[in-house]
């Protein structure tokens, strides 16, 4: 597959350079450069960090985040990797999707599968946090062959949905669509320091420093503050939904060997919920027949995030083990 230079943009700079961040400290060898990748409707923005040609890492960050997900993880990792972290579209510094068009899982797989196109990778790895691990497995699950590593991060696999309620919620989200586009499209707002205490509302889970890393690329400058970059379309509830056993299939059709990093404080509390105990058991179980990892962290839905130091040996140890190691050639040009 070609790349046009004219509509393919990667401007490299030092990581000092991109990252005036809070905290973040980039090795003098880790090179970190702005991707830009057109598609239909925008473009899909994100970032690579480490060499032109190491093994592929393609890394998908979870709801209302955005690429800066990763700012304290990857440096930990094995510099022999190339790590492709995207905003996901209407998330960080992407394009919104086109007025009228919803937010699904099956979406952002094709959002992957484009950029994989453009910087024609044919098998690589992904890492994804929350929703970014669904559709990371959902990607996996359709494109077995291209994928040859999973790292699940405080993600079991997509939520299965109470068919009893497909209905409903298909209903709600339409209904909501229709109503956000007669409303008034004038966002608020903010300062920083309003908006680093407006996101640590919202999601408790953060610490402060990983607030202001996410809103390095979560906010746009506005006239007498910033607004918030992620399209507010993003927080509709997912209109198609699996049902339990089609979750399990998708889970089952994963050929890759699959690391799941579960935070004892994560999901790990959602899914003791009792009316889920079928479909955590039956995971579980086929985790087990297919021989994947899992363990579990100290740490709360974002400790990828706000202690990446818990989850970077378990990830390095894996991508060592089931890729690095590997002969296999993957032909990739970033």
């Known amino acids: 597959m070609k790349i046009f230079t004219s509509c393919l943009c990667l401007s490299s700079v030092s990581g000092s350079d991109l990252l005036p961040l809070h905290g973040i400290t980039v090795g003098e060898r880790m090179c970190v450069s702005e991707l ?38 990857i440096p930990l990792l094995p510099r022999d990797c190339t790590y492709v972290t995207l905003d996901l579209a209407g998330h960080g510094r992407s394009s919104h999707r086109a007025p009228g068009v919803f937010y699904t899982f099956p979406a952002y797989v094709a959002d992957v599968l484009r950029v994989a196109d453009a910087l024609q990778l044919r098998s690589f790895s992904i890492m994804g946090h929350s929703m970014g691990a669904d559709v990371a497995e959902m990607f996996s699950a359709l494109y077995p062959e291209m994928v040859d590593a999973l790292i699940l991060l405080d993600s079991y696999g997509i939520y299965p949905t109470d068919m009893k309620e497909f209905f409903t919620v298909l209903k709600e989200g339409m209904d909501k669509m229709l109503q956000f586009e007669k409303r008034s499209t004038n966002r608020s707002v903010y300062t920083f320091e309003e908006a680093v205490q407006r996101l640590l509302a919202a999601n408790p889970a953060l610490s402060l420093p990983s607030a202001r890393c996410l809103l390095e690329r979560g906010l746009d400058a506005a006239e007498g503050g910033f607004v918030f ?20 299939d998708m889970h089952s059709s994963i050929q890759a060997p699959v690391l799941a990093v579960l935070a004892e404080d994560g999901f790990c509390k959602l899914f003791s919920d009792p009316s889920l105990e079928e479909f955590t058991s039956a995971l579980h179980q086929s985790s087990r027949d297919k021989n994947h990892t899992m363990v579990t962290v100290p740490g709360d839905h974002h400790v990828h995030l706000n202690n990446p130091h818990a989850v970077a040996p378990f990830v390095t140890d894996f991508l060592r083990t089931r890729v690095l190691s590997q002969s296999v050639k993957h032909e990739h040009k970033l």
């Open 36 to 73: 830009r990748v057109p598609v239909p409707w925008g473009e899909i923005r994100g970032r690579v960090w480490g060499p032109d040609h190491g093994r592929p890492v393609l890394c998908l960050h979870g709801w209302a985040d955005n690429c800066g997900s990763f700012n304290t993880l």
């Open 229 to 248: 970059s992620r399209d507010p379309r993003v927080n509709f509830r997912n209109i198609l939904g699996l049902s339990l056993e089609d979750s399990l």
